[in-house]
């Protein structure tokens, strides 16, 4: 089965970090795929945070985590993580990572075709 395994979610501290993982099973990384991060908080629309691609690098879609939230790949372990430091009570939510099979970035949820279960990050103040 093709699918994303998202790990590395917790409680944490205001100002404290976390790694997520997003590993890819039943399929290896394409270095031309697209993998981006989104997140959804209670009552909330699913938004996109960032995303690594081979033409974008890195994007931000949050202004909020620029220099706060870095994504990297790990191909040799199939895996890219985010991560994220000095978190703030609002970055609280469910973070999923998604592929699109394409090297551009997309800030839309519906332009990525794999999707992991999510993981929930909450910062406590």
């Known amino acids: 089965e093709v699918q994303l395994v998202e790990s590395g979610g917790g409680l944490v501290q205001a100002g404290g970090s976390l790694r997520l993982s997003c590993a890819a099973s039943?399929?290896?990384?394409?270095?031309?795929?697209?993998i981006g991060w989104f997140r959804q908080a209670p009552g909330e629309e699913r938004e996109g945070v960032l995303c690594?691609?081979?033409?974008?690098?890195?994007?931000y879609y949050k202004d909020s985590v620029k220099g706060r939230f870095t994504i990297n790949r790990d191909a040799a372990k199939n895996t890219v993580y985010l991560q994220m430091n000095s978190l703030k009570p609002e970055d609280t939510a469910v973070y999923y990572c998604?592929?699109?099979?394409?090297?551009?970035?997309?800030?839309?949820?519906?332009?990525?075709?794999?999707w992991g279960q999510g993981t929930q990050v909450t910062v406590s103040s």
């Open positions: 998604a592929r699109r099979t394409f090297y551009y970035c997309s800030e839309f949820w519906s332009s990525y075709d794999t």
């Open positions: 690594i691609s081979s033409q974008d690098g890195t994007k």
């Open positions: 039943g399929f290896t990384f394409d270095s031309d795929d697209a």
